[in-house]
T-cell receptor, first 115, second 117 residues
């Protein structure tokens, strides 16, 4: 069975500061890992995904995430926060074949960016 | 390329009433998903279609929820009768089908916010 834990339901940073959103996963099979962003009153948009190529994955809007198998982590980072980054961020995991392809979602982390 | 379309965007109903949501996926996307997202939680998959067939409806409360995708394109999700705990955002997503992981990337619509009073 697969699961995702996002540490911290709310994160607040100052504009220009480092953004770090934590995601740990549990999977009995090699996983695919995803980060999605949800702006207020909008659907979910894919930020980036890990599919077993490079462990450091770069996404849109300056975000990146590093897959660390030894730590079962896939933390999302951005060097310098912008006001427009304020949103809900979801980490998700899936397997690679058959029924394991279903996305399993974390509870989300709400990011606030202070001026 | 047009995105996933959903309507209505907002709906307020009283408990025990019925409601229907509509979704039109991205053209050519064979797989369609309906999710329920309760405030403060991640999305919960209700049902997944591959063309007009159901792949997974294990978390769909079948006593009150139903969904169809008759022609393998657009889809409707219905709740009858609604309960207070059905208040949530209902998200529709679509993806291509195939062997490459990129074909499983899900594209989401804006969602329908349902309030049951």
């Amino acid at each position: 069975a697969q699961s995702v834990t996002q540490l911290g339901s709310h994160v607040s940073v100052s504009e220009g500061a480092l953004v770090l959103l934590r995601c740990n996963y549990s999977s009995s099979v090699p996983p695919y890992l995803f980060w999605y962003v949800q702006y207020p009153n909008q659907g979910l948009q894919l930020l980036l995904k890990y599919t077993s190529a490079a462990t450091l994955v770069k996404g849109i809007n300056g975000f990146e995430a590093e897959f660390k198998k030894s730590e079962t982590s896939f933390h999302l980072t951005k060097p310098s926060a912008h006001m427009s980054d304020a949103a809900e961020y979801f980490c998700a995991v899936s397997g690679r074949a058959g029924n394991n392809r279903k996305l399993i979602w974390g509870l989300g982390t709400s990011l606030a960016v202070n001026p | 390329e047009a995105g996933v379309a959903q309507s209505p965007r907002y709906k307020i109903i009283e408990k025990r009433q019925s409601v229907a949501f509509w979704c039109n996926p991205i053209s050519g996307h064979a797989t369609l998903y309906w999710y329920q997202q309760i405030l403060g939680q991640g999305p919960k998959l209700l049902i997944q279609f591959q063309n007009n067939g159901v792949v997974d409806d294990s978390q769909l409360p079948k006593d009150r929820f139903s969904a169809e995708r008759l022609k393998g394109v657009d889809s409707t999700l219905k709740i009858q009768p609604a309960k207070l705990e059905d208040s949530a955002v209902y998200l529709c997503a679509s993806s291509l089908a195939g062997g490459l992981v990129s074909n499983y990337e899900q594209y989401f619509g804006p969602g329908t916010r349902l309030t049951v009073t």
